[in-house]
Nanobody, 124 residues
Framework: QVQLVESGGGLVQAGDSLRLSCAASALTFNTFIISWFRQPPGKDREFVAG????????EYKDSVKGRFTISRDSATATVVLEMAGLEPEDTAVYHCAARYGTTLYTKAGPYDYWGQGTQVTVSP
């Protein structure tokens, strides 16, 4: 059974950096997508960044481009989201999600596997 476990959230001040990790287990093929979504308080879940495991192709939400970087470590089966220049608007529960295939969707529906989430809070 595929499992995704997030870590690295916390409380920081505006302008600070955080590093989120998503440890994936039991993904049996190398053709899959792992993405980060977030759900701000009182709002819908939204796409943040995604990466193709085999190709390394990435995609980002416009508001995080230049501040967030997604990467993968094949040796540890981990996807990392480096977040810099954090803003209060980045406050949310961050989830990683996975799907088999080669299409990097920016909507939550096509993703079959989800982690429990990690809270990121950015104070002004």
């Amino acid at each position: 059974q595929v499992q995704l476990v997030e870590s690295g959230g916390g409380l920081v001040q505006a302008g600070d950096s955080l590093r989120l990790s998503c440890a994936a287990s039991a993904l049996t093929f190398n053709t899959f997508i792992i993405s980060w979504f977030r759900q701000p308080p009182g709002k819908d879940r939204e796409f943040v960044a995604g990466i193709g495991w085999r190709t390394g192709i990435t995609e980002y939400k416009d508001s995080v481009k230049g501040r967030f970087t997604i990467s993968r470590d094949s040796a540890t089966a981990t996807v990392v989201l480096e977040m810099a220049g954090l803003e209060p608007e980045d406050t949310a529960v961050y989830h990683c999600a996975a799907r088999y295939g080669t299409t990097l969707y920016t909507k939550a529906g096509p993703y079959d596997y989800w982690g429990q989430g990690t809270q990121v809070t950015v104070s002004p």
